[in-house]
């Protein structure tokens, strides 16, 4: 068990709080540099530069994303028997952290010259691998919360830095990845070996970025509220477990099967525009310059909006309502951007798009609670770990099913990118290339915005009944009665 090295009164000091604020919140600019990395990158770099199929591709990220749902549960596991001097939780994410950078690094280093087969064993045994150091890093950053601090409102300033460093990752991740690959390739309009080796260099310097910034982060926080360990023969009997009497109480929760449909929809829709936007500005628009700016607006916009949501929850505007009104306005927007193509156009709707998400993303987890607590009013024991466990594959589903669905696509309109890259170089236009290409640009139109048009369809239609907010102050009251009468006895 760590053992505290200061007096109790030292981590009460604002030096150490935001100490520790700041150094926990480094560890969630390190994973989103990783995470939008794969999201937003990858299926371009395997069509593009290591010569995969995109339904191969397609085909791998469901299959691993199974492999990594497995290793999640696995790694939870260890984590909960973890006791050592640095906690329970830092040591995961200091040994985790080379893993994952080195998986970031053979994950863009796809052998091009090898046969198509081998490349194929590399990228499915080189995701694999980034996949579970993604797992080592993220999954004890969430429950390392509660050893960071007993106070409950230190908790929520750990987590609202953590969240601010977190959009700082995604705004690099938008701004500088791809001139870094295009400076390391020699060229912007760089193809074939010379952009793979730019992504290969790129993701080395991020690599090492990723360690050095989960070090300071591990080496500035620490677990002063750790866990308390309790040893088997302390109990005198084995804790037991019955998964499926869990799973028939989690789904008689109505609004968590509701909300379920939500968060798949929610992570499906903007994580398949992620996936297909570089198709889209490369073909559709004509401008990869744009896109960087593209994902910074998708970055920044939502933020202030974070704090507005906050602000008229604690008012008394209901949750779901920033969740209907932002899904209503992701559709709006994207309907727009559908028929009205062009630079300009563009840009103004994907600005109006980043309001509807900014509406919905800050209110998406702060919903989570109140579900769960139903879940305990119902059945009368709290499943909220099992729920949440659930959640979360659903979003690493989602994930995995809009790389497919964008591969999926291109298979449909033909994509070939040898021949696009060819006319690009041949100074082309874009309006050539959809008048070549018109089966292609309806794919990457579709994958883009018309997959994401639907699922944001979906996401308001599941949250029409959803009435939760009616009876949650009733809910509430019986739960606070329930323990204090368990407080009594």
């Known amino acids: 068990m760590m053992a505290l090295k200061h007096q109790p009164s030292y981590y009460k000091t604002p030096f150490f709080k935001w100490r520790q604020r700041v150094g926990f919140g480094i560890s969630d600019y390190a994973c989103n540099l990783a995470y939008l990395l794969t999201n937003t990158y990858l299926l ?25 749902a497995i290793t999640d549960y696995l790694t939870g596991a260890w984590i909960d028997r973890t006791d050592t001097k640095m906690g329970r939780y830092r040591p995961w994410m200091l040994f985790g952290a080379p893993v994952l950078a080195f998986g970031m690094i053979i994950l863009f280093s796809v052998p091009t010259g090898w046969a198509y087969m081998a490349k194929m064993v590399w990228a499915y045994v080189s995701y694999v691998i980034f996949s579970f150091g993604y797992t080592l890093v993220n999954i004890p950053m969430t429950p390392i919360v509660t050893s960071l601090s007993p106070d409950p409102v230190e908790r929520t300033n750990i987590v609202t830095t953590k969240q601010m ?32 080796s730019g992504y290969r260099m790129t993701n080395v310097v991020l690599g090492v970025i990723v360690i050095v910034l989960m070090i300071i982060c591990v080496f500035n926080i620490e677990e ?31 609004y968590y099967i509701m909300f379920i449909f939500f968060v798949i929809s929610f992570f499906l829709g903007y994580l398949v525009m992620y996936a297909a936007i570089q198709y889209y500005f490369t073909y559709i ?110 979003t690493k589903l989602a994930s ?19 021949a696009l890259d060819g006319m690009l170089s041949a100074g082309k236009t874009v309006i050539d290339i959809a008048a070549a290409y018109p089966s292609t640009v309806l794919a990457i139109k579709i994958a883009f915005i018309g997959v994401s048009i639907v699922t944001n369809l979906i996401a308001f239609l599941v949250l029409v009944p959803f009435k939760l907010e009616d009876i949650y102050p009733e809910v509430r009251a019986e739960l606070d009665k329930r323990r204090a009468a368990a407080s009594k006895e």
Request: hydrophobic share 50%; charged share 15%; proline share 3%.
């Open 400 to 418: 995995a099913l809009s790389s497919a669905l964008v591969s999926g696509l291109l298979v449909w309109g033909a994509y070939d990118p040898e």
């Open 224 to 254: 002063i509220n750790p866990p308390i360990v309790v040893k088997e023969e302390d109990t005198g009997k084995k804790a037991k477990s019955n998964i499926f009497s869990d799973m028939k109480d989690i789904f008689k929760n109505k």
């Open 165 to 196: 460093f977190a959009s700082l990752g995604s705004l690099t991740s938008s701004l500088f990845v791809l001139p870094m690959v295009q400076f390391f390739s020699g060229s912007k309009d760089a193809v074939g070996s010379a952009l793979a």
């Open 44 to 68: 371009f770099y395997y069509t593009n530069c290591a010569g995969i199929k995109a339904a191969d591709a397609g085909f791998m990220f469901v299959v691993t994303k199974f492999i990594d």
């Open 285 to 394: 628009v004509g401008d990869t310059k744009l896109m960087s700016i593209a994902m910074s607006i998708m970055t920044i916009v939502p933020i202030p909006l974070y704090l507005l949501t906050s602000v008229l929850c604690a008012k008394g505007v209901k949750k779901s309502t920033f969740l209907r009104i932002g899904s209503l306005v992701a559709v709006i927007s994207l309907i727009l951007m559908f028929f009205l193509s062009g630079k300009v156009t563009t840009m103004i709707f994907i600005t109006l798009w980043s309001v509807g998400f900014g509406l919905r993303q800050s209110i998406l987890f702060a919903t989570f609670p109140d579900i769960f607590d139903y879940t305990e009013y119902q059945v009368g024991r709290s499943l909220a770990g099992t729920q949440y466990s659930i959640a979360s594959f659903c």
